[in-house]
């Protein structure tokens, strides 16, 4: 079946970076959209960026450009978030997901299948 197992997630202070990774199993990667969602505590889920099966079409959130770089590498079924100057509004549990379209609105609704999370922490 098809699993997206996220990793990379921690505790890190104001203005730090990270590095998310998502490794994919059980589908042809390479046929998927890939997103990176977040949720934090009482809000709804949304979409923080996406990138085609290419790689040649990257959107972002606007609260996350200029500090947020998606990327993937599809001989390694693995999707990356790096995470620049990270802020306490940062602070979410961080899922990936595969989906059909890269648009400048994310819904979630447009993606089929989805980690289980890992967990950013950003202290000010």
């Known amino acids: 079946q098809v699993q997206l197992v996220e990793s990379g997630g921690g505790s890190v202070q104001a203005g730090g970076s990270l590095r998310l990774s998502c490794a994919a199993s059980?589908?042809?990667?390479?046929?998927?959209?890939m997103g990176w969602f977040r949720q934090a505590p009482g809000k709804e889920r949304e979409g923080v960026a996406c990138?085609?099966?290419?790689?040649?079409?990257?959107r972002f959130a606007t609260s996350v450009k200029g500090r947020f770089t998606i990327s993937r590498d599809n001989a390694k079924n693995t999707l990356y978030l790096q995470m620049n100057s990270l802020k306490p509004e940062d602070t979410a549990m961080y899922y990936c997901?595969?989906?059909?379209?890269?648009?400048?609105?994310?819904?979630?609704?447009?993606?089929?299948?989805w980690g289980q999370g890992t967990q950013v922490t950003v202290s000010s």
């Open positions: 997901a595969a989906g059909a379209y890269c648009r400048a609105t994310m819904r979630k609704e447009g993606y089929n299948y």
């Open positions: 059980g589908l042809t990667f390479d046929d998927y959209t």
């Open positions: 990138i085609t099966w290419s790689g040649g079409v990257t």
